[in-house]
C-alpha cells in the first residue's frame, strides 16, 4: 500500500440494518478484502444529507423513494483503504440488480431487490472524496446524523 492509499466510502443501508446484517456485511468485508476499516459511523442521516449525498439523481423519478428509503433506518457509514479500494470494494459488492449479481457477493448474500441492494460503495475517486467530506467531514456527529 501506497502512503496515499485510496479510500472508498461504504454504506450498509436500512435494509440490511433493520435485518441486523451488518455483523456479517463486515465480516464478509473484511474476511474477502485486503483492504483496511479506518472509521465507521452508525445512525439515521438527516434528510438534507441524504438528498445531498444523492444529489446526481436529484431530477430522475426514482430520487424520492431513494431518499424516503436511507431515511426509513439506521444506516452504517464506513471508510476503507488500500490499494484499488473502489474498484475492490464495487466487486465485492456485486451487481445493483442481486439477480444479476455474483454468487457470495454482498447483493447477493443481503440484497431483497434492485431498490433495497444493501449496500453502497463510492463509483469513483471523485465520489468517494465528496462522499467521505459529506459523511465523516464535521466533527459534530449532529450535522450529519439525527
Known amino acids: 500500500m501506497t502512503e496515499y492509499a485510496q479510500r472508498t466510502l461504504g454504506l450498509i443501508k436500512p435494509d440490511a440494518t433493520q435485518k441486523r446484517h451488518v455483523g456479517e ?38 430520487f424520492g423513494e431513494l431518499v424516503d428509503f436511507i431515511c ?4 452504517v457509514a464506513f471508510i476503507l483503504e488500500g490499494d484499488g479500494v473502489i474498484s475492490s470494494y464495487r466487486e465485492l459488492m456485486g451487481s445493483t440488480n442481486p439477480n444479476d449479481a455474483a454468487l457470495g457477493t454482498l447483493r447477493d448474500l443481503f440484497a ?35
Open 25 to 62: 456485511i463486515l465480516a464478509v468485508i473484511e474476511s474477502e478484502c485486503s483492504l483496511k476499516l479506518v472509521d465507521l459511523r452508525m445512525g439515521c442521516l438527516k434528510r438534507e444529507v441524504v438528498e445531498e449525498f444523492y444529489g446526481e439523481h436529484r431530477n430522475k423519478p426514482f
Open 72 to 75: 426509513s433506518g439506521p444506516i
Open 112 to 146: 431483497e431487490s434492485r431498490s433495497k441492494n444493501a449496500v453502497h460503495g463510492s463509483d469513483s475517486i471523485e465520489s468517494a472524496i465528496r462522499e467521505i467530506n459529506l459523511i465523516f467531514g464535521s466533527d459534530n456527529l449532529k450535522d450529519v446524523f439525527i
